[in-house]
């Protein structure tokens, strides 16, 4: 059925769009956006004092199928990515096998098709296994679909291997996802390494750790010319870094999450374990480099590295606890309360860091805006909705979040994937 998504507050950067506008959609694709459309026989939505975005895309996905189906799977993991208004995610390779060889590609591909929800695009891994030791078949995970490449989870340690992985994918214009972690730097440490870690009696991680390695990516983009795509960052070093790159026109791009301008190695007190991530929270001077990062445009994306864990693997002593902690439902209004209602982003600057820069930097045609022809991806974001973080009412089957018991402003109301209306007034 056709659809007519009346009145609401369109943001899409891709065409400098941000006003009062009718956005028509006709079949799978976005037919027509202006002023007073009309349109016979479409159902009609009233969007108005709500904000119309192309839908997210989140970069930066852990859906942990195969393997781990007991922490995650394309459904749950579908379902909380349209709850939390994402249309499209990338997962990321270190599933159970790997996501290594074309077979697991295909496998992803065809599984997540059959839970029809949101979009799910895949990353291949660098290196089999996830070892860090030798190349996958890049060009055959290319051919299967990958949108990037990357053992996300762990850094690719040997400097010669990168380089080699880098002067491949730049053959198939995909960019490297590399996760910024000297082992040597942050081998047994659990959290930011300073004053707190001291405190409570925990190994840190130093931010070199993350520093040493961001530098060492921007030097072996500059000498292959090709793209590497930083994740989470989490420290202001890093940002600086990445803007002198950037002056430089080094083909680097980088994504931050929320967790990393929102909270600090503080909330590790108390031997929090839902607040044990990797790379860990630092402080509240990175947080605001971070903000300052995504305000100049340095920080293109902001992803989720949505992790699931179970109680299980959280519920246990710091040093021994998973890292990570879900995302998908919280991200949108988070960025909405300490981004745009604070000032630091427009709403068309967050359409841009979350929908429109993934879909460029990943390559996904059709997608990241709302101009006529594009993928009839939608996401309508109700401004006035207050909610409060519950573990039931979360629709991903792991609930390791910092923000339970958090009072969020705004949530999405309606989600269309592909024409279709995939999420409605609180209802997948
Ligand atoms: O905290 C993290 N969890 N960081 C990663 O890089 C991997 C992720 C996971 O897979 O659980
Ligand atoms: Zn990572």
Redesign the pocket.
């Known amino acids: 059925m056709d659809i007519l998504l009346k009145g609401g507050h369109v943001v899409d950067p891709a065409t400098d769009l941000d006003s009062t506008a009718d956005i028509f959609i006709k079949g799978e694709k976005v037919a027509d956006v202006g002023k007073n459309l009309k349109a016979t026989g479409a159902k009609m939505i009233d969007c108005k004092g709500k904000i119309v975005l192309p839908g997210l895309i989140d970069m930066h996905t ?1 859906l942990r199928q195969p393997g781990r189906e007991d922490e995650e799977t394309f459904i749950t993991g579908g379902r909380a990515a349209l709850k939390g208004g994402f249309t499209s995610v990338l997962c ?1 390779a ?1 599933t159970n096998p790997p996501v290594d060889n074309k077979g697991v590609v295909e496998y992803i591909y065809a599984e997540s098709a059959k839970a029809d929800l949101a979009n799910i695009y895949t990353v291949g891994a660098v290196t089999k296994g996830l070892e860090g030791k030798e190349l996958t078949e890049i060009g055959q995970i290319f051919e299967a679909g990958a949108k990037a490449l990357s053992d ?2 762990r850094p690719i340690m040997d400097a010669e291997l990168m380089r080699r992985a880098l002067e491949y994918t730049k053959m198939f214009g995909l960019p490297i996802i590399s ?1 910024c972690e000297d082992l040597n730097l942050s081998r047994n440490g659990v959290m930011n390494e300073g004053f707190i870690s001291t405190k409570l009696g925990l190994k840190g991680v130093p931010r070199a750790a993350e520093i040493v390695m961001v530098m060492r990516d921007i030097e072996l983009a500059q000498l292959t010319l090709s793209r590497v795509h930083i ?2 960052v989490s420290t202001k070093e890093s940002v600086e870094l990445i803007r002198q790159a950037k002056k430089k026109k080094i083909g680097v791009t980088c994504e931050t999450c929320p967790h990393y301008f929102i909270l600090t190695e503080e909330a590790v007190s108390g031997f929090n374990t839902s607040a044990k ?2 790379p860990p929270l630092r402080t509240k001077e990175d947080a605001e480099a971070i903000k300052k990062g995504l305000a100049d445009g340095t920080i293109d994306a902001i992803a989720t ?1 949505h ?1 699931p ?1 179970t109680e299980e693997e959280k519920d246990i002593e710091f040093d021994l606890a ?4 879900i995302g998908l439902e919280t991200a949108l209004p988070l960025v909405y309360m300490e981004l745009v209602i604070k000032g630091v982003l427009k709403w068309s600057e967050a359409a841009e860091r979350m929908s429109l820069n993934p879909a460029k930097i990943l390559g996904l045609s059709g997608k990241g805006s709302l101009k006529p022809g594009s993928d009839a991806d939608v996401t309508v974001f109700d401004p006035e909705a207050n909610w409060v973080v519950e573990a039931k009412s979360l629709e991903s089957k792991s609930k390791n979040t910092p923000f339970i018991g958090k009072k969020l402003n705004g949530a999405a109301e309606l989600v269309i994937v592909g024409g279709k209306i995939k999420f409605e007034g609180g209802a997948v």
Do not use: L
């Open positions: 852990h990321m270190n996300d989870g996760h994740a989470h991530v990797n590295d992790a864990h998973a890292s990570g902690m």
